[in-house]
């Protein structure tokens, strides 16, 4: 059981797998303590499973820490942008109501996530999208858990471990971003030095496993 990710970038258009040029001088990279990342207390609140989540705090947890990564690498910060967080809600509502998980949509008006950036009103020049799948409980993908209560969400991994908690916010981004860290075509669109505007959102897709999944989507754009 693990995150399922996909990444895609365009440029006007077109279809890219990477479009950052291979000429530009990578930057200087940055002491990581100068780059930690401290969230208001809203952040440390659960996410809830039933839909009545707060796509806001999603976005702006997850765009913390993209720049946290940024920073590292020497980069530019990107900003939440509202627009771009009205595109990914769609797309992940959209993937989760219709039960599907692709940067293609079967929604007339909506199949390209450049028609959802348009939908949505977002000004874009390059564009990249970042899906994936995860859950609510802050699981460690590959580690055996014993089901403790699926209507109270209360997993253990056994021994003296204690219970899984439930992603906040603020560990939910973190966890997101370290997923799409670890494929490298998600981390170039995330670490793309042109980009400068961030948006992210997830919809709940049922279930009673780890209290039920998500999927997400991710928007950087310049």
Not at 126 to 154: M, P, W
Request: aromatic share 6%; net charge negative.
């Amino acid at each position: 059981m693990s995150a399922r990710l996909f990444a895609l970038a365009s440029l006007a258009g077109l279809t890219l797998a990477a479009c950052v040029s291979s000429d530009i001088p990578a930057p200087a990279p940055v002491a990581t303590d100068a780059c930690a990342v401290t969230l208001p207390r809203a952040f440390a609140a659960d996410v809830p499973n039933d839909g009545t989540h707060d796509n806001r705090l999603v976005s702006e947890a997850t765009t913390a820490f993209v720049n946290e990564r940024r920073c590292r690498a020497g980069l530019d910060p990107v900003t939440t942008d509202p627009a771009l967080t009205r595109a990914a809600e769609m797309h992940s509502g959209d993937m989760a109501q219709l039960g599907f998980f692709d940067h293609r949509s079967p929604v007339a008006g909506r199949n390209s996530f450049l028609d959802r950036l348009d939908s949505a009103g977002a000004r874009y020049g390059e564009a990249r999208e970042n899906i994936l799948k995860d859950f609510f409980i802050a699981y460690k993908s590959g580690v055996e858990y014993r089901v403790i209560s699926h209507q109270n969400c209360t997993y253990t991994y056994g021994g003296r471990t204690g219970i899984l908690p439930r992603h906040t916010y603020a560990s939910l981004g973190q966890a997101m971003v370290e997923d799409w860290m670890a494929s490298s075509n998600h981390r170039d669109n995330m670490l793309a030095p042109n980009v400068t505007r961030h948006g992210a959102a997830i919809a709940p897709t049922g279930g009673r496993e780890l209290c039920g999944g998500l999927v997400a989507t991710q928007l950087l754009v310049e």
